[in-house]
């Protein structure tokens, strides 16, 4: 089989904070299909917007006025019979937990059988999704065959690479981030490599197989996962001690070779769910994880414990707990990013609302009615001085909230309790 990467039409599918930088990224090369089967999400895009803040915008508009003008750039649809014109497809869909912490794969399979429908022969698959290893082959590649009607590393190939995509972060981003590889077959492994060696100027590492691949990623997150849980933990014995973790850290980090990693909410997109998807493949082969589940046990534990240090500080300033208004700003899961994709910050939120505790909710960053839709909550629009609060629970470290005047929110007697030691120290009631 002869294959040429400037003969490659690529279609990516799914165009959140994955599929967006790569669609634009292609398309400065390649004649590009970004789709969604969100319509609005396509409509939002087409017109040149973006909610996920992850695109250069002037790039955005740049690449797609070049598809009018030449044979690369991007185009945006939700209509599946675009996929027809495609010979390579990227999936950059969701892969989550569900309520038993165990695989969502039903976005994955589903791109899937929509891809299949589309396949021609000599067509190459490739999942950027994270999932645990030999998902591709074990799960997708079946059922492109059964969609398709076509035979698997004869008719169509696969490969993998994982995302690495850090929402908000504007330095390490996908061109800068070196990017792993692979296919089905040798030939296609080393095609998959060029096409992504033609964007990533970071280059490529090309693993020997799928499984390898997967692996990797899987891998990448369980291991940050572990060493905040290790922090995390330390975090619960030394506020026993009355000994600040943070202080501790910085101690610590004198040596050359501590990693200096700070215990906070673990959410988002990657370490809080990859995990799972690895212990959920380990257990299936009959080994059940030690380490890397007892990390998450602590991980999930962490937003309980912060609402119960905030609960006992009030009560150091005698406040009477049911009734009493708390603020936390940020829901998003991490700092400047609008992404509340698995955020913990719910768990902060639910537990003072167990107390007893009027909890308003701000983040100028999220979308409420996202938020909304997702988690139940309605948050705030805007601050003003007209309401105070007995607690104020800093969740985010959003760059709003670095230069927010605390006094005109916090009650005289109120408490300030800053989960990402963000905040100037004599400022704050207690830190995680």
Known sequence: ???????????????????????????????????????????????????????????????????????????????????LESNVFVVTVPTPINQFKCPDLVPLLKASVMIGKALKYGDIVIYESTVYPGCTEEECVPVLERSSGLVFNKDFFVGYSPERISPGDKVHTLTTIKKVTSGSTPEIAQYVDELYSSIITAGTYKAPSIKVAEASKAIENAQRDINISFINELALIFDRMGIDTNDVIDAASTKWNFLKYQPGLVGGH?????????AHKAEALGYHPQVILSGRRVNDHIGAFIAEKVIKLMIKKDHKIKGSKALILGITFKENCPDVRNTRVVDIYKELVQFGLEVDVYDPWANSDEVKSEYGISILNELTTDTTYDAVVVAVAHKEFLELDYSTIKRNNGIIFDTKACLERSLVDGRL
């Open 1 to 83: 089989m002869k294959l040429a990467i400037s003969d490659a039409k690529i279609a990516i599918i799914g165009l959140g904070y994955v599929g967006l930088p790569l669609a634009i990224e292609f398309g400065k090369k390649y004649k590009v299909l970004g789709f969604d089967v969100k319509e609005e999400r396509v409509r939002e895009l087409t017109k040149g917007n973006d909610k996920t803040r992850e695109a250069d915008l002037d790039e955005l508009k740049k690449v797609t006025l070049d598809l009018a003008k030449n044979k690369v750039g991007l185009g945006f649809s939700f209509k599946e019979e675009s996929l």
């Open 270 to 278: 990657c370490i809080g769910v990859d995990p799972y998807y690895l």
